[in-house]
């Protein structure tokens, strides 16, 4: 079956780059997404990525895909106390009923920055 | 902007009780999701939905039903609450028919039942 993983915590400092990783399991996965949850909301989404690319920058932002490990990254650069989140990694998978794509989510990892 | 509604923040409710969770989007999505959330076991998929009056189980529907006679509606019901049905249910819903198929996730109820 599906499944992604994800490290459960992570602390930095501020003013340094977070690095969280996640490896997945479907190699047919279209695209993979980063989601980011503060305490007590709801998940909101950060950025995805195409299977067919290796980068995406988006202001301080990076997102590295290693297609054959199955590999996924997000970099936060100068990461800040509003950082600190739960950050989920997902892999979209498509449903055979009716076309339709489900999300696979990690159980997330919880960064906290340390001023 | 995509906006997913739930009807409360916050939630108790007794064992036993009927339970009705709601869930509205505005931006004429055809998917819609319900997921409860808990600590070490990330977020889990109860139902979803992909047309008006479809309905499909996740990976942990037993204790649960739902509801979508709108397209902007989609309910989840707790038939006899437990307390092991204490959570953070999270709503979703896409677009539907793409591989882009982005979830956009509602502000979530955490429900407490005694």
């Known amino acids: 079956g599906e499944d992604v993983e994800q490290s459960l915590f992570l602390s930095v400092r501020e003013g340094d780059s977070s690095v969280i990783n996640c490896t997945y399991t479907d190699s047919s996965s279209t695209y993979l997404y980063w989601y980011k949850q503060e305490p007590g909301a709801g998940l909101q989404l950060l950025t995805y990525?195409?299977?067919?690319?290796d980068m995406k920058q988006d202001q301080r932002l990076t997102v590295l895909l290693n297609k054959k490990d199955k590999h996924l990254s997000l970099r936060i650069a100068d990461t800040q106390t509003g950082d600190s989140a739960i950050y989920f990694c997902a892999e979209s998978i498509r449903y055979s009923g009716a076309g339709s794509y489900q999300l696979t989510f990690g159980k997330g990892t919880k960064l906290s920055v340390i001023p | 902007d995509v906006k997913v509604t739930q009807s409360s923040r916050y939630l108790v409710k007794r064992t036993g009780e009927k339970v009705f969770l709601e869930c509205v989007q505005d931006m004429d999505h055809e998917n819609m999701f319900w997921y409860r959330q808990d600590p070490g076991l990330g977020l889990r998929l109860i139902y979803f939905?992909?047309?008006?009056?479809?309905?499909e189980k996740g990976d942990i529907p037993e204790g649960y039903s739902v509801s979508r006679e709108k397209k902007e509606r989609f309910s989840l019901i707790l038939e006899s609450a437990s307390t092991n049905q204490t959570s953070m249910y999270l709503c979703?819903?896409?677009?539907?028919?793409?591989?882009?198929?982005?979830?956009?996730f509602g502000p979530g109820t955490r429900l407490t039942v005694l």
């Open positions: 979703a819903s896409s677009p539907g028919g793409a591989s882009t198929d982005t979830q956009y």
């Open positions: 990525i195409f299977s067919n690319m």
């Open positions: 939905s992909y047309d008006v009056k479809m309905k």
